[in-house]
C-alpha cells in the first residue's frame, strides 16, 4: 500500500508504502515507467521488524538522499522507524545503524519535514498506558536524537485520556 510520496528536482516519483516485505520504495521516471537506476529494476524493500512495518512519510533531502519515516511492530508495541537511502536507493550507512533508527515504545510516526540545518523532525503519536498524546522527535544528520530538542529529542503533548 501506498502512503507517501515526493517529486525529486529531476522529474522522478518516488513512491513509499509497505508491503509484507517491509518498508517499500518505489522510483519512476516522468514519463511514468519504472527507473531501473534505483534499486532493483526500480524498487527497493526493507525490512526492519520482518512484520508490521509501515512506511507513512517521506522526504528528499538537498543532495537527493530519501527520509523515510513509519512504524515497526516490536512486539508488544510499536516503534518509530526512520530510514535513509541513498539516491540509487540503497541505505545511507552513515545514518543510524545501517541507514536504520528505531525509536520508543508504543510511538507511531504519521510526518516528517526536513529542516535547512539538515535536522529531521518527526511528527506522531505516543501512548503511555492510560494517555493519547501528540510526540515530535528531532534528530540530528546522523539519525540520532537531537539532545536539544524538548527532553533528549522528544516533546509530547497529551491530547486526549483513555
Do not use: C, W
Request: proline content about 4%; aromatic content about 8%; hydrophobic content about 40%.
Amino acid at each position: 500500500m501506498a502512503s507517501a510520496l515526493v517529486l525529486q528536482a529531476d522529474g522522478k516519483i518516488v513512491v513509499a508504502g509497505h508491503a509484507a516485505g517491509g518498508f517499500v520504495l518505489v522510483r519512476y521516471q516522468p514519463d511514468g515507467s519504472l527507473d531501473p537506476s534505483f534499486g532493483t529494476g526500480g524498487t527497493v524493500t526493507t525490512a526492519i521488524s520482518g512484520t508490521g512495518d509501515f512506511a507513512s512519510a517521506l522526504a528528499v533531502q538537498a543532495d537527493g538522499k530519501l527520509v523515510v519515516a513509519g512504524y515497526v511492530s516490536m512486539a508488544p508495541q510499536y516503534s518509530i522507524a526512520l530510514l535513509r537511502y541513498n539516491p540509487d536507493g540503497t541505505l545511507d550507512t552513515a545514518f543510524g545503524e545501517n541507514g536504520k533508527v528505531t525509536t520508543g515504545d508504543s510511538h507511531v510516526a504519521s510526518g516528517l519535514a526536513l529542516q535547512a540545518d539538515g535536522k529531521i523532525v518527526v511528527a506522531g503519536s505516543f501512548n503511555d498506558g492510560a494517555n493519547n498524546e501528540f510526540l515530535l522527535l528531532r534528530y540530528d544528520p546522523d539519525g540520532g536524537l537531537d539532545p536539544t530538542f524538548g527532553i533528549d529529542g522528544k516533546v509530547t503533548t497529551r491530547m486526549s485520556s483513555g
